[in-house]
T-cell receptor, first 112, second 114 residues
Framework: DAKTTQPPSMDCAEGRAANLPCNHSTISGNEYVYWYRQIHSQGPQYIIHGLKNNETNEMASLIITEDRKSSTLILPHATLRDTAVYYCIVRISNFGNEKLTFGTGTRLTIIP | DAGVTQSPTHLIKTRGQQVTLRCSPKSGHDTVSWYQQALGQGPQFIFQYYEEEERQRGNFPDRFSGHQFPNYSSELNVNALLLGDSALYLC?????????????FGEGSWLTVV
């Protein structure tokens, strides 16, 4: 699976949009971009994933650049409960490969 | 719809002992994976089970073994515990054949080895 690069930490004001970047310049054509977050002492929570089109769900939006070498996770109206470590993961999603390779993630702190 | 459930939530073991952790996958899921997360680190993939067989394995010694039952639930066994095995053990489940599928995690089992 391709490697990802994320900033180690970010702050965002409560109520503002939080934009978390991820670089995956070596991504291949059959690799998906997944985002998870982990609140202290809890299991990772699935947020969203995509292949090449932008995706939106009730939690967030995922913007993938046209060349697929980077992406941005957007939390539209950040709340204090969004404070967590956010992991961007690139994964070959096909028959048999269920492995997720976690990096160090971005520690997002929402400021009141 | 129950998500991924794990038991026990916390346990303390002595060096050299053996431990068994349990996991029930999310409804409709047939694949279970296990991860180890040491304090301050990201989760590390241990292995994956599908159709009661180990399909993928990460860089973990043979002291780590597992089992999957016909109802898709799974166990993680760790023998000859070391202090370094103290960690959060996470179970994840998914549906095996769907490309671009989603993997869901349980809340984990905290293991402390003393």
């Amino acid at each position: 699976d391709a490697k990802t690069t994320q900033p180690p930490s970010m702050d965002c004001a409560e109520g503002r949009a939080a934009n978390l970047p991820c670089n995956h310049s070596t991504i291949s054509g059959n690799e998906y971009v997944y985002w998870y977050r982990q609140i202290h002492s809890q299991g990772p929570q699935y947020i969203i994933h995509g292949l090449k089109n932008n995706e939106t769900n009730e939690m967030a939006s995922l913007i993938i650049t046209e060349d697929r070498k980077s992406s941005t996770l957007i939390l539209p109206h950040a709340t204090l409960r969004d404070t967590a470590v956010y992991y961007c993961i690139v994964r070959i999603s096909n028959f048999g490969n269920e492995k997720l390779t976690f990096g160090t993630g971005t520690r997002l702190t929402i400021i009141p | 719809d129950a998500g991924v459930t794990q038991s026990p939530t916390h346990l303390i073991k002595t060096r050299g002992q053996q431990v068994t952790l349990r996991c029930s996958p999310k409804s409709g899921h047939d694949t279970v994976s296990w991860y180890q997360q040491a304090l301050g680190q990201g989760p590390q993939f241990i292995f994956q089970y599908y159709e009661e067989e180990e399909r993928q394995r990460g860089n973990f010694p043979d002291r780590f073994s597992g089992h999957q039952f016909p109802n898709y639930s799974s166990e993680l066994n760790v023998n000859a515990l070391l202090l370094g095995d103290s960690a959060l053990y996470l179970c994840a489940s998914s549906h095996f054949v769907v490309a671009g599928n989603t993997i869901y995690f349980g809340e984990g089992s905290w293991l402390t080895v003393v």
